[in-house]
């Protein structure tokens, strides 16, 4: 069993900045993939950003020079930076690990970017 935990969302206003966190815990040894995916009302679940073991990285073009993802190997946790918010950024974002047991998914945590 593997479980991720989330933390850092909230409501900030445009421009504004928030950092998300993800921690994995449990039985997953060797993590290839961490990442962020969102969804926003009514729309489908996207990539946001990922990074693989070997440090190659992937953004959604919608926050590339914004956002910023890194992740701490020896403490199984990825970072999501989120710089320069928009209303459009608002969604809920989940957490994705996958790895030598299989593929997980956060419980969400919810950003809402509004004045």
């Known amino acids: 069993q593997v479980q991720l935990v989330e933390s850092g969302g909230g409501l900030v206003q445009p421009g504004g900045s928030l950092r998300l966190s993800c921690v994995a815990s449990?039985?997953?040894?060797?993590?290839?993939?961490m990442g962020w995916y969102r969804q926003a009302p009514g729309k489908q679940r996207e990539l946001v950003a990922a990074?693989?073991?070997?440090?190659?990285?992937n953004y959604a073009d919608s926050v590339k020079g914004r956002f910023t993802i890194s992740r701490d190997n020896a403490k199984n946790t990825v970072y999501l930076q989120m710089n320069s918010l928009k209303p459009e950024d608002t969604a809920v974002y989940y957490c994705?690990?996958?790895?030598?047991?299989?593929?997980?998914w956060g419980q969400g945590t919810q950003v809402t970017v509004s004045s």
């Open positions: 994705y690990v996958s790895g030598d047991t299989g593929a997980y």
């Open positions: 449990g039985s997953i040894f060797s993590i290839n993939v």
């Open positions: 990074i693989r073991s070997r440090g190659r990285y």
